[in-house]
Structure formats: C-alpha cells, structure tokens
C-alpha cells in the first residue's frame, strides 16, 4: 500500500519504521484512505480559489443537475430577420432568371444581337461605376479596372469561337439537363453569408462558368456565344462582389433593388408564359414568407443542452 512520505500538517518526513508523526503525533495515513476522509470531511464547491482534496478532472453529482435542455418554443428566430434574409436567395434567383431570360432571346433571335451587346456593356459599365462608388475608388484605379476590363473582353472574344463548338456534340437534352444540374449547384452552394474569399472562385462559380458555356454551345454566332459568357460572368462572378459592397453599407439600397428586380421579372415572364409568371412569384412568395414560418416551426424540436461549460450571458444595461 502506498503511505505518505510527508506528513500532510507540518511535513515530517516519515521512515519506513515510522507509523506516526514524531511532530504531531497523527498516524501514518494511506493515500487513497486520507483523500476519503478529506472528502468525507469538505465537500466539492465550484471554487479556484481555494484547494480542493480533489482531482482536477472530478465530476461532481450536482453535474447533471447544472445540465437543462433549453425551451426553443419561446426563443425561437425573429420571423422579420428572417425574411430580411432570404433576399440574397431571391437576388441569387432573379440572376439565374434574368440570364435565362436572355438566352431565350438570343436563341430564337427575339431581339438583335447588336442591341444585346449594347445592354450588356451598359450593365457592365454601371456596375463598375456603382462598385467605385460605393468603394470610394480613385481616379486611377477606377481607369485600371476599364483596362482590366476590355483585357477580359479580348481574351473572350478570341475564345468565344472555341466555346461554341466545345459542346456542339452532345443533344439538346443532355445539354439541359446537365445545365438545371449546374444551376441547383450554384443556387445551392452559394456563399450567402460573404464568409469566403472573392479573390477566388467556389463551387457555385465554377457551376456558374459550367452552365453558361454548355448554353452558349446552342447558340448561331459567336457573338452570341461571347455575350452569354460575358454576361454569366458579370452576373455571378461580380454582381455579388457589388452586393456585398451595397449591402454592408446601403442595405436599403439593395433591399430596393432586389424588390424592382423581382417585379420586374415577373412582369416580364407574363409576356411569355402566364404559367412561368405564377410559378416566379409562388417561389418567391414561398422563400420569402412561408419558409421563414417553417424553420420556427422546426426550431422547437432543436436540441440544445446547456451546461457549466457555457459562457453565462450577460444582461447589457445602459
């Protein structure tokens, strides 16, 4: 058995022979005998400042007292937060929409090229203002990024001919349903939260370069082909550079524009198809009012133990 070598109350240093302390006169206590009488003596309290006969890593019975699951049916999410934050989804949709939009024009020649070209431009050239503004940009820079620009627009051009003819093998079914595969990708895996770099691309872009190159494969010219990727690019390589801006700092702004968006979409199917119209607005409708009551309604069947491990909150006053 294993004896103290030190006497605990003046630090006698017992000999083998000894059976008390030549000091204090208290016996030669057992290791595991004395913690039990210590702990038989004090009990365990949730202090630092004071030693304990006990081990760092002891347990003690009023554990799984402190431990409570926590009421989700009185603090669940806020209902308006959570509408306010479906508009990056619904922004997200009404660029996919608007692109397809567009690509059904130029596949069945609805509107001229030329003119397609001179919007697109238009858009572009708007964004890159509104980004310098927002950003506050200097003169300098704002003609850098002109320049990196029509660099960009160059090189697609000399690879819009290759574009065209990369997918021209596979049927037009394949060609659709591979591009609905890459658009619930890029809706899906988009980075809603602003947590991920821009400087480089994520699984929604490069889903968004994917869909955008096997469209502009059914396309007739090449010019076409260059303003389907120019504009896939534009709409969801940088547009959300710009809504980031927009939003951290005029969050009305984009809240404005993503409503103007959305009406006007909308209206803009009913030119084509009533069915299509009512099916944009029922999603929207649906993202942006019904989902939100859902997820309140799952949050009361979350399970959230909380313990003495969590930091305590603390009622700010002012």
């Known amino acids: 058995m294993d004896y103290f070598k030190y006497c605990p109350w003046d630090g006698y240093r017992f000999s083998d022979n000894d059976v008390q302390c030549f000091i204090c006169r208290r016996p030669k206590y057992q290791l595991t005998s004395y913690i039990q009488e210590e702990q038989e003596q004090k009990k365990w309290e949730k202090i630092l400042y004071e030693k304990q006969p006990y081990d760092d890593n002891y347990i003690d019975e009023t554990f799984l007292q402190s431990v409570q699951k926590q009421d989700n049916s009185t603090n669940g999410p806020d209902y308006k937060q959570l509408i306010s934050k479906t508009s990056d989804l619904i922004f997200a949709i009404n660029c996919v929409v608007f692109y397809l939009l567009s690509y059904f024009l130029m596949l069945h020649d609805i509107i001229n090229t030329q003119l397609q070209l001179y919007f697109w431009l238009t858009i572009a050239i708007t964004c890159l203002i509104m980004y310098s503004v927002v950003k506050k940009m200097k003169t300098q820079e704002i003609l850098s990024n002109f320049k990196s620009i029509g660099i960009y627009i160059s090189i697609l ?4 001919p290759v ?7 596979y049927a037009d079914n394949t060609i659709y349903v591979l591009t609905s595969v890459a658009i619930l990708i890029y ?3 988009k980075d809603y939260d602003y ?5 480089e691309l994520d699984v929604s872009s490069w889903a968004s370069l994917v869909f955008s190159s096997l469209l502009a494969s059914r396309l007739h010219n090449e010019l076409q082909v260059f303003l389907m990727i120019f504009a896939s ?5 940088f547009v959300p550079i710009l809504q ?3 939003k951290q700092k005029y969050n009305s702004v984009f809240r404005l524009i993503n409503l103007i968006s959305t009406i006007g979409l909308g209206l803009s199917l009913l030119f084509f198809s009533y069915f299509l119209a009512l099916l944009f607005f029922g ?3 649906f993202i942006t009012f019904v989902s939100p009551l859902q997820i309140i309604w799952l949050y009361q069947y979350k399970n959230t133990i909380r313990g003495p491990w969590d930091l305590p909150n603390v009622k700010q006053y002012d």
Not at 157 to 160: D, I, K, T
Not at 163 to 169: I, L
Not at 233 to 237: Q, S
């Open 195 to 199: 947590e991920k770099d821009f400087t």
């Open 187 to 189: 809706i899906f895996l």
């Open 157 to 160: 051009l000399l690879f819009a």
């Open 283 to 285: 999603c929207v409708f």
């Open 163 to 169: 574009m065209q003819t990369v997918n021209q093998t």
């Open 244 to 246: 980031r801006s927009i």
């Open 233 to 237: 690019n534009l709409l969801f390589i």
